[in-house]
């Protein structure tokens, strides 16, 4: 069966992803590689479009590419973290690769995942509509109460998978301290 190419992702088909996937013990990755590559597709778009939307350093290695990676870097700030391998261009940037980083590629799996688990779950997304209408707790006859906090996925720029994160960490733009 042929490949199904995915548009506007970092995991471009479906055998990228199930090859990531493979040997995978966690139960959403399981359920996730069992999906239609339809489904497959949805998730892993939704993954690209939540880590382009982190701010991250340098620049679109060119003006017409609709994704963030691949990136280029003003050589006057940033060190080379290449060494020789480096390109620069005629403006003056250097970058490592004209293609994506392959830890790009495994986050954005990583939140696929991590996205699957979490739709498959109604308790979230009805957390989330409470959430939405400014419920804080809530107490069901005293049996059951909780109270509705703020998403871990505030302290990892909307990811949902810390490994994600973890994978794109030295991506982010970070701000330097004001003293």
């Given at each position: ?6 548009t506007a992702s970092y995991v471009t088909t479906d ?165």
């Open positions: 069966m042929p490949d199904t190419t995915f055998a990228v992803l199930e090859t990531y996937l493979t040997n995978d013990p966690r139960t959403a990755a399981i359920a996730l590689k069992a999906a239609s590559a339809a489904v497959q597709s949805w998730y892993c778009i939704r993954a690209t479009k939540i880590i382009d939307a982190i701010p991250i350093q340098g620049h679109k290695l060119t003006s017409t590419q609709t994704l963030e990676f691949p990136r280029k870097y003003k050589k006057s700030e940033y060190d080379s973290p290449w060494g020789a391998t480096i390109t620069e261009d005629a403006y003056g940037y250097i970058y490592d690769s004209s293609s994506v980083p392959q830890a790009v590629i495994d986050a954005c799996a990583e939140e696929a995942i991590a996205l699957y688990q979490y739709y498959s779950d109604t308790d979230n997304s009805d957390r989330e509509n409470l959430k939405a209408q400014g419920v804080e707790s809530y107490n069901i006859g005293g049996i059951y109460s909780e109270t509705l906090k703020s998403p871990h996925t505030v302290k990892f720029f909307g990811l949902h998978s810390k490994e994600a994160y973890n994978l794109l960490e030295k991506f982010i733009a970070r701000c330097s301290m004001i003293v």
